[in-house]
């Protein structure tokens, strides 16, 4: 395999050989990746440390090359962050650019080995693979915080009750803690299914080089072991030319964000006046250019927006994949965009909507008194209380909907009705039947997972022991990932390694 041996004058394109003319400008600009990529330099020189390393290592190339080598990405990493980097088109790429870079520093004898056994190919998953496993475990955590603000909501909001809907018509009354802890649930599951992909994303491809295998005696599990992965890929096709891994991350983020969409929609409703019932602070809290009184939830309808987005990204790149041939095809560059936009959305989406839930007002008052003054919320209660008596549900519903009928006639609630009314209708209803309370209502629904006080007031206790969640924070950005942070991928290193060995896989 004939390293990236370009001359000292001209140390930038990886492939000139066997060309006689340079790319058309219009072909540099159009298939250059670098104003994206550019994302990926740290895992890029990661990978490349790591795999220097290994060269080294294993005697493919000697010792003083790697110092070289390693002195030299420590200089090209910290010109990229202070911002000092220059970007040329003509090098295509993140892996590129730190190539040519790393020539004009160390020289391109040394600069001209690293790329050993390896292609762009495997490079550029190794640092996707690196990039998602991070953006998996900056997501569960944001996942966590959002989660957190909720508990923290719910506590805020004991003893407030609001009607619950189906249709978008007032059904029945529920805590608003309940229709909270609701979220809480959707968002365990958006955290699991995350932490789950985490093991389909954990392996490392460096070594499958262009697509059919490294000629070199490489020792792969060293280089999976310092880049912190749990397995080495098994099939060197399928690791430059799968990007499964990147859709389930689309995927599940845009499961989460339909999720987080559809609170928001809630935020949004209980945020107008027709509802009133919460509001965001003023620091997250929008207004108007032309009208003085707004205050509009603007966080909350850009998340409800973002998540269209979002939906796009995976179908952009289920679309994308769909008709490639294996192996690697320059389509795949295309994955990028979308899987950058999505972490940032998805993380950002959270942490703002933490943020700001954290300074929402609750309007209890207002959210009981449009229970309290609902005519008709509590009819199933009376069904309810025929059913208690001995009278079949359905039976039961008939005659409540006769007591709603004669209601609207008098215009009056179902509450005004005297022991007279109600027994007219059925000889089973009772004095405790007249004016049935919202408490009670509430009471009753004392099954597991119902919005009884004491279920929800234990779900809540549950839920906060299941997350072991810190108190929510001010500053809940989530904390870098480390191998430690990492969700549990099932066998241990250790045991993954001797049946590697067991294999035959070096
Ligand atoms: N920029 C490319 C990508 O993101 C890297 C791999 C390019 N390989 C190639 N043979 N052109 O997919």
Redesign the pocket.
Known sequence: MADAGSPESEPQRLWGGRFEEAPDALVQAYTS?IQT?LLLFHHDIAGSRAHARMLAAQGIIDSTDAERILKGLDQVESEIESGGFEINHEL????THVEARLSQIIGADAAGRLHTAR???D??ALDTRMFVRDAIVQSVGAVRGLQAALIELAERSDGVYLPGYTHLQRAQPVLLAHHLLAYLEMLDRDAERLVDSFARADIMPLGSA?LAGAAYPLDREAVADELGFEAVSRNSIDAVSSRDYIAEYLANAAICMVNVSRLCEDVILWSSAEFGVLQFGDAFTTGSSIMPQKRNPDIAELARGRSGKVVGHLTGLLTTLKGLPLA?N?D??E??SGLFDTAETLIGTLHVLARALLTAQVHGARARAMVDSDPFILATDYADYLTRAGVPFREAHGVVGRLVKLCEERNCALGDLSLDDLQREHSAFGADAVGMTVQFALESRDVLGGTAPKQVSTALEAAKQRLQLQPASQDSTPAAPSPETRPETGLNRAQRRAAARQQGRR
């Open positions: 990746s990529d295509e790429d993140i892996h292609s762009r190919n490079q550029v262009a690697y320059r795949l560059q994955d990028k």
